[in-house]
């Protein structure tokens, strides 16, 4: 990986100057990333690491699932699967994984913790790929075949970002007799217009005024890469197969733009290292061109159309306030029996790397409301 990203050629000067990241990851930026990655970052040292962790996978419905598995002292603990999106991996819950094994307490004062399940998507990471005919979810009933038939939970909770709030929704809807909680930080559902929420009377607070107003500028500008990756996913997964930098500029970009602009500072730990991590996993598993497979497979993946979930068992959902995507409390109630909305001041798109003791807390808050 090392002898590529320093054969790859980057511009000597940029078409455009002091254009930020609004067309994009900067020339600038690409290249001290670059340079990060060839002075300071250590692969070896990212995999001692990640070795901590035990690693399992299993084959269902002929389908190699990849997923680490971390078990609480508790004889009560909750069992929790963590389910990614794009372009994130089981390395966004790696922060957090240790801390919810341990017990803890609730706002309300209930001891909690949790049996953690974290998975890697099919295409994703050391989990194969799926059939050309596969939707998210045919990924929500592997999942729960591997929460049930093969780590033997007779009910759990789930929690999604992303895709994964996409398949967690679709295990909450499905599978209501052995998923008896969902948490989220995103919806399978457009988020409303300013003209919707007028139209149902619903007020914002200043919070979410900027929500709204940051989650409509990303519409109307952040968008591109999703319909390449729906239309014409092969194109750019081929395009940059064997070119890590490539990568890192179409996922890097990402990991910059869709999170707090003061990522890497408490609470967040999403550093240039981190992104670096997740980049060096997507190009050393190969995995890179069949991750954008998902969009091509589920074009109506986020529909307009909002119905409430077959299941009457507790719905968390937690705001960050520069996620690309807002759903006010009252619009995250038409999709399922909304309990808790907790809405953060810091944290983006990726609330495993960006606010990891928010999202922690959020989860932990899944003790209050469980009956198992």
């Known amino acids: 990986m090392l002898d590529q990203i320093r054969r790859t050629e980057l511009p000597v000067?940029?078409?455009?100057?002091?254009?930020?990241?609004?067309?994009?990851?900067?020339?600038?930026?690409?290249?001290?990333?670059?340079?990060?990655?060839?002075?300071?970052?250590?692969?070896?040292?990212?995999?001692?690491?990640?070795?901590?962790?035990?690693?399992?996978?299993?084959?269902?419905?002929?389908?190699?699932?990849?997923?680490?598995?971390?078990?609480?002292?508790?004889?009560?603990?909750?069992p929790l699967l963590l389910v990614h999106g794009?372009?994130?991996?089981?390395?966004?819950?790696?922060?957090?994984?240790?801390?919810l094994t341990k017990q803890?307490?609730?706002?309300?004062?209930?001891?909690?913790?949790?049996?953690?399940?974290?998975v890697?998507?099919?295409?994703?990471?050391?989990?194969?790929?799926?059939?050309?005919?596969?939707?998210?979810?045919?990924?929500?009933?592997?999942?729960?075949?591997l929460m049930t038939k093969v780590l033997h939970y007779d009910t759990y909770a789930t929690f999604g970002t992303d895709w994964g709030a996409g398949i967690a929704y679709s295990m909450y809807d499905q599978f209501n007799s052995t998923v008896r909680a969902v948490s989220l930080d995103f919806l399978?559902?457009?988020?409303?217009?300013?003209?919707?929420?007028a139209a149902e009377n619903i007020t914002l607070s200043p919070l979410e005024e900027f929500e709204q107003a940051a989650a409509i500028e990303w519409n109307n500008s952040g968008e591109g890469y999703f319909i390449e990756q729906t239309t014409k996913a092969n194109t750019i997964g081929l395009a940059l197969y064997d070119n890590p930098v490539g990568q890192l500029a179409w996922i890097g970009e990402k990991?910059?733009?869709?999170?707090?602009?003061?990522a890497g500072k408490s609470p967040s730990v999403l550093t240039h290292n981190e992104i670096l991590r997740s980049v060096s996993l997507y190009?050393?598993?190969e995995s890179f061109a069949s991750s954008v497979i998902i969009y091509q497979q589920n074009p109506n993946g986020f529909t307009t159309v909002y119905t409430k979930?077959?299941?009457?068992a507790p719905l968390l959902f937690s705001a960050f306030k520069y996620n690309v995507g807002f759903w006010p409390p009252a619009v995250v109630a038409k999709t399922g029996n909304l309990v808790l909305y907790s809405n953060h001041e810091a944290g983006g798109h990726f609330p495993g790397l960006d606010n990891p003791p928010a999202l922690l807390g959020d989860l932990r808050e899944i003790a209050t409301y469980w009956s198992g």
Do not use: C
């Open 283 to 285: 190009y050393l598993s």
């Open 188 to 197: 399978p559902f457009h988020p409303y217009t300013s003209d919707q929420l």
């Open 120 to 145: 890697s998507l099919p295409g994703f990471a050391f989990s194969s790929v799926p059939p050309v005919i596969w939707t998210a979810a045919d990924t929500a009933r592997v999942f729960n075949t």
């Open 309 to 312: 979930a077959n299941n009457d």
């Open 255 to 262: 990991f910059v733009n869709w999170s707090d602009p003061n």
């Open 86 to 99: 794009w372009p994130g991996s089981f390395l966004e819950f790696t922060p957090i994984i240790n801390e």
């Open 13 to 78: 000067h940029p078409v455009y100057i002091n254009t930020g990241t609004s067309a994009g990851i900067s020339l600038s930026l690409l290249r001290s990333f670059r340079t990060e990655w060839l002075t300071t970052f250590d692969w070896d040292r990212e995999q001692k690491a990640l070795n901590k962790f035990n690693h399992y996978t299993s084959v269902i419905e002929g389908l190699t699932i990849h997923f680490i598995h971390e078990k609480s002292k508790a004889q009560d603990a909750i």
């Open 104 to 118: 803890a307490t609730t706002m309300t004062g209930k001891k909690v913790s949790f049996d953690v399940v974290v």
